[in-house]
């Protein structure tokens, strides 16, 4: 029989996961991230390609919290883009949702974004895809396919 601290701990630590598993089929393995409130506010998930002349094509998921409209967090995500200098090539709003895609220069590095903002309540889910810029062509198929497939569940 298992000392009651152990399983304790055991309890506590299987707690930290999900029942929610990711299937990464093409990568051989699966895995159970952890678990977060459904209050959580931050980066939630990173998914990188392998990395090409020094940087890695990413997908990420945020969780912004977000009181304000949909409409105030376009002003407020143009105002950034435009005081980064950054230049809009797509501006849409569809339903409770924006998406954008932009190009500009980070350190020293120009690169190319599409991004996704989901209004829910009070926070905003951020989906953002981010390549070199002269690497979208050949990346924008794979990062704009899991950028779309993003759904929000009906909690």
Known sequence: MRPVSTLIA???VSSLYSQDVIDYKSLGFTFSPPVFESTA???VIMA???AS???AANVNVQIQPFAGTLLDY???TKAQLQAAKFKALVEKKLGNELFYEYTGSMS???MHWAVRAIKKDAQIYLITATALE???EASSI???GSLDSFKLNNK
Do not use: H, I, M, Y
């Open 108 to 110: 020293g590095r120009d």
């Open 142 to 144: 794979t990062l704009l």
């Open 41 to 43: 506010s931050g980066q």
């Open 48 to 50: 990188f390609a392998p």
């Open 74 to 76: 376009d002003k407020l």
């Open 53 to 55: 002349n020094a940087f």
């Open 10 to 12: 055991s309890l506590l």
């Open 134 to 136: 002269s690497e979208w």
